[in-house]
């Protein structure tokens, strides 16, 4: 097993923002030669799979300005400082779209560009939702539209780009396993 | 169907990096109030599952700067200027494991996180492996051991987090559903 760490000689802040930092690092490398690394610091988020009691998935359709486009991907949001994953879960699912749940459970949690972001996702399966309101609460900058979907018209969607993140991705092929298993 | 565009009213250039540049753009959001963007711009990269002949899993094992730690995940790299995703597969395939493939076949593609980056991972399987050089051809500063695992193997190590990353998760799901698929 070769030793693959890379130290940090110098750490250059060169941005800190409302969401993401980003850091430049001067490594010395397992060879004793130095490079640079652009780093993203990013508070973590969670993502929620929500199946209502007529088997549809509860989804979210939002602007994404990255991409300069809209995407419809399952609820998400990302954690506010001390708070812990299952609550924010909570939180993002009835925000977005005014679902609450008996539990969140722990489905997994994964890095999402372990390239250059230390971005993690902890996702979530909402058991037993209600309705609680029928309206969404968002935060003052956030728009978002509520979609309930077919796991098959998902897939369709992820078909023709209008789900194309990770996430969502991951989660409709966890849907399909959980299918599969259970006949 | 609202609109849920948000205009750039001015943009920033706050690093150009590199992978990636950031970017702070001031938009106007579909209420008429204004926010703020934080975004990252990056090439966009590929990712491989390959399979070897004895039904094994190629994959690289990484420092990865973001986290301070060691991830194994399929083989995936950045691309290139002007390159098409193919040629990117394949070339990566072949630097980081001196596996080169029969053809590239596409999967699917995600965005890793649409929230602040444009980064798009492109997924292809690998078709006929030829292991066409025992050494690896790794860029200078790039430091990569070569794993081969069974699937079971792979499930575990995503258990124990040594697997953690959003791209390797999917794939993981991808090929167990292939193969109860083809049951």
Known sequence: MKDLEEKTIVKKDIYKGKIIDLELHDVSLPNGNTSKREIIQHPGAVAVIALTNENKLVMV????????????????????????????????????????????????????????????????????????????ALDEDEFVELLEVTIEEAEEMMKNKQIHDAKTAYALQYIKLQRLNQK
């Open 61 to 136: 359709k939002q602007y994404r300005k990255a991409l300069e486009k809209s995407l419809v991907e399952i609820p998400a949001g990302k954690m506010e400082k001390g708070e812990a994953p299952e609550i924010t879960a909570m939180r993002e699912l009835e925000e977005e779209t005014g679902y609450s749940c008996e539990s969140m459970e722990p489905i997994t949690s994964f890095y999402t560009s372990p390239g250059f972001a230390n971005e993690i996702v902890y996702l979530y399966f909402a058991n037993r939702l209600t309705r609680i309101h029928e309206n969404q």
